[in-house]
């Protein structure tokens, strides 16, 4: 297993276009959290899923912001009409259920740029 | 509510001296606690965990952190620290059933020759 893993690394896009990240979770984890992170700030928790399910979102998700896992597999976070304050690191982890504190996986992250 | 407070946000040092970085923690329920590490354009990576029993955790690469709940800290130590320990360190806090970590805002470790 190689981890999780997201794709892509760098993400350069104009103000107003729709961009779209992938998440690949290890692969016997069902729980899987998707984190923003600007400079010089810690993660924050903007949604998660076990298996195919939603099961918490955070206020920080606004209606512009979405995110899809159909089969409990890999999951993806849609940004529409992106605007400047989009520009952050978004990170990815997973963990199994019960996680019972055992951690989670991170993945190295989707650095995205508006401009 | 849960909420992380790293009372540091710069520790400077130099080469084979001690460091601590602080944690402060504010939970209505029992907590799973975190310190994670974070390298120039990483994702983050675990250094260790307390989820029960002994209150003095050992982790990766010669760290280690006290759990105080009456305190409500969760501070990191390690006894001498190398120029490669320069990186972004954040704690954790979980809760006992799993689910979302709340991190504080992190701590930036320099390590100085």
């Known amino acids: 297993d190689t981890g999780v893993s997201q794709d892509p690394r760098h993400k350069i896009t104009k103000r107003g276009q729709n961009v779209t990240f992938r998440c690949d979770p290890i692969?016997?984890?069902?729980?899987l959290y998707w984190y923003r992170q600007t400079l010089g700030q810690g993660p924050e928790f903007l949604t998660y899923?076990?298996?195919?399910?939603?099961?918490?979102k955070s206020r920080l998700l606004s209606d512009r912001f979405s995110a899809e896992r159909p089969k409990g597999s890999f999951s993806t976070l849609e940004i529409q009409r992106t605007e400047q304050g989009d520009s952050a690191m978004y990170l990815c982890?997973?963990?199994?259920?019960?996680?019972?504190?055992?951690?989670?996986?991170f993945g190295s992250g989707t650095r995205l740029t508006v401009v | 509510a849960q909420s992380v407070t790293q009372l540091d946000s710069q520790v400077p040092v130099f080469e084979e001296a001690p460091v601590e970085l602080r944690c402060n923690y504010s939970s209505s329920v029992s907590v799973y606690l975190f310190w994670y590490v974070q390298y120039p354009n990483q994702g983050l990576q675990l250094l260790l965990k307390?989820?029960?029993?002994?209150?003095l955790v050992k982790g990766i690469n010669g760290f280690e952190a006290e759990f105080n709940k009456s305190q409500t800290s969760f501070h990191l130590r390690k006894p001498s620290v190398h120029i490669s320990d320069t990186a972004e360190y954040f704690c954790?806090?979980?809760?006992?059933?799993?689910?979302?970590?709340?991190f504080g805002q992190g701590t930036e470790l320099s390590v100085k020759p």
């Open positions: 899923f076990q298996n195919e399910a939603q099961l918490e």
């Open positions: 307390y989820l029960s029993g002994s209150t």
């Open positions: 982890a997973s963990s199994p259920s019960p996680d019972r504190g055992g951690g989670y996986t």
């Open positions: 954790a806090v979980g809760g006992d059933q799993g689910g979302k970590l709340i």
């Open positions: 692969s016997e984890h069902n729980r």
